[in-house]
């Protein structure tokens, strides 16, 4: 069973930046390598949203809250997915979540327990 583990989170000041990275577990690489991945997250008292996803380098999509501040890349042979957030915001303040994309751009496998990102106001 596949297993998402999403870690680097914290607690930082406004301007600052934090590194995600997730690791899919329990995949092998003939099945990660194919997947549009993704990550999203999701704010206190709101619906989840997603942030940014990458099929390769050179097609990548943002949300357009955090274009030009955060940058998703993959590393197909570790089956990892980062996310470099830089100048954060109280606005980025959610918990982060990786997921694979379907075709109708759902989440493709059961959320892990996602990594908590706080920039206080």
């Known amino acids: 069973q596949v297993q998402l583990v999403e870690s680097g989170g914290g607690l930082v000041q406004p301007g600052e930046s934090l590194r995600l990275t997730c690791t899919a577990s329990?995949?092998?690489?003939?099945?990660?390598?194919?997947?549009?991945w993704a990550w999203y997250r999701q704010a206190p008292g709101k619906e989840r949203e997603l942030v940014a996803s990458?099929?390769?380098?050179?097609?990548?999509n943002y949300a357009d809250s955090v274009k030009g501040r955060f940058t998703i890349s993959r590393d197909n042979a570790r089956k990892r997915v980062f996310l470099q957030m830089n100048n954060l915001k109280p606005e980025d303040t959610a918990i982060y979540y990786c997921?694979?994309?379907?075709?109708?751009?759902?989440?493709?496998?059961?959320w892990g327990q996602g990594t908590q990102v706080t920039v206080p106001s």
């Open positions: 990458v099929i390769t380098d050179s097609y990548r």
């Open positions: 997921n694979a994309l379907t075709n109708t751009k759902e989440a493709k496998y059961s």
């Open positions: 329990r995949m092998i690489t003939s099945v990660f390598n194919p997947n549009t």
